[in-house]
């Protein structure tokens, strides 16, 4: 995999500089690989996202050395306040062994560029405005060796050459589906739309969940939607108010959710300020990739990592952490194969890649589908909110299980029965 190594040649490309592409960078670079990272447009730059960050994510970002310190600019959270069925419950992230007991808020045009300035810092080569197209394709073996890109202002042909490229270019996943990669149908998908708004309600120590969104377009009687909508204070005077909706909904193709997310924050107390007038921005969308629905994750020279990979987690569509996890997992079986002495072994090394990926998230992939076939029910649905959030240690416990956070070894009851659960369940 070594070769004499040129401005636009490396020992890995990676195609995206999102959190799981900068992450990827990041640790392949601190392993001594020489690594390009390629990102399209230029930081900083918008991404459509809730900016609320679970205890999973912020993890992965302390072990990348990111000051995640409020001088540094980080709004902490304590946990989820969920509002449903006239309910309004209050639950603290768990305290875990294995991970902190707080949760980050950042706006993504900040946040993103703060992964890769960390992965240039390490080494990784950054190139910004660089639209890549078509892989480089060897005809004798079928193996992606680079990629054709489009270079800066002027768009300039550049071709980029390496042994192994990582692709972290999100949803529609251009290099994946070059590579004959297709998103499979049977998988759930969700989709996100989100605006700021200037709001009192920007300082607020817990993420908030309210999960009652309404098809109200009658005639008959209104359908509860399988999704939920969220207020996160950004601590900067604005509010992110958004709503993420499942697939599994048969109004799913009929809605426009831009309008579903209007008629919500009409709702809203006025004192909010959740108006047309206080809204710093227009109103976003972005589809959420779910439970591995694009695979193989590695095939002929290309890994996929993070929404590329389809790695949003169906519980609660929390893809950040996952996309980090994935990146860093990637490296680390990436940098064993780098270690090999013949093709053949490093050929067997990568392999590796989507077993481990099966093997840390398969069977709890395969709860979430479950999950969401069952939500996608609007009578379902309604008994879960209505019924569930009169219970606070189940909620507890559904907490621990949608946002994934328990200690593999060593926890409480709860935590053995969702490990227990994620293990007999077939991977997915």
Not at 128 to 138: L, T
Not at 332 to 341: E, F, G, K, N, S
Request: proline share 5%; aromatic share 8%.
């Amino acid at each position: 995999m070594t070769e004499a190594l040129t401005e636009h040649s490396a020992d890995v490309i990676v195609v995206g500089a999102g959190p799981a592409g900068s992450t990827t960078a990041y640790y392949l670079a601190k392993a001594g690989l020489d690594v390009l990272l390629l990102e399209k447009t230029a930081f900083p730059r918008e991404k459509v996202c809730g900016d609320g960050l679970t205890p999973r994510a912020t993890k992965q970002l302390v072990s990348m050395g990111i000051d995640i310190s409020e001088e540094a600019g980080w709004l902490r959270n304590k946990g989820l306040r969920i509002i449903g069925g006239g309910v309004r419950l209050q639950l603290d992230w768990p305290e875990l062994a294995s991970y902190p007991d707080y949760g980050l808020v950042r706006k993504r045009d900040d946040f993103d560029e703060q992964l890769a300035r960390q992965a240039q810092k390490a080494g990784a080569r950054l190139y910004e405005r660089c639209n890549v197209g078509a892989p480089v394709i060897d005809d004798r073996t079928g193996r992606i060796t680079g990629v054709h890109a489009k270079l800066g202002e002027d768009k300039t042909p550049v071709t980029f050459h390496a042994p192994l490229v990582v692709a972290a270019d999100g949803n529609s996943s251009r290099i994946s589906l070059a590579m004959g990669l297709h998103r499979r149908e049977d998988r759930p998908m969700g989709v996100a739309v989100r605006t700021y708004f200037t709001s009192p309600r920007h300082d607020d120590d817990y993420l908030e969940s309210w999960l009652e969104l309404w098809d109200r377009r009658g005639p008959g009687e209104d359908r509860l939607l399988p999704g939920y909508g969220w207020i996160f204070g950004m601590g900067d005077g604005t509010s992110n108010v958004g709503l993420g909706v499942l697939n599994t909904s048969a109004s799913f193709k009929e809605l426009d959710w831009r309008e579903v997310l209007k008629a919500w924050c009409a709702s809203m107390p006025e004192d909010w300020g959740y108006t047309d007038e206080n809204m710093t921005g227009p109103i976003r969308g972005a589809a959420l990739p779910m439970a591995f629905n694009r695979q193989p994750h590695y095939t002929k020279g290309l890994l996929l990592v993070g929404d590329a990979g389809g790695l949003v987690n169906p519980f609660n569509g929390e893809g950040i952490a996952y996309a980090m996890e994935s990146g860093q997992i990637a490296a680390d079986v990436i940098v064993q194969a780098h270690a090999r002495q013949t093709p053949a072994q490093r050929e067997l090394a990568l392999h590796r890649y989507p077993k481990v990926l099966k093997d840390t998230y398969g069977g709890y992939y395969t709860l979430g589908r479950a999950f969401v076939k069952l939500i996608g029910n609007p009578k379902v649905m309604k008994i879960a909110t209505q019924r569930g959030l009169t219970h606070p240690l189940l909620m507890k416990f559904t907490l621990k299980m949608l946002a994934n956070l328990t200690d593999p070894s060593g926890g409480d009851a709860m935590d053995r029965i969702i490990n227990g659960l994620s293990k007999v369940a077939p991977k997915a």
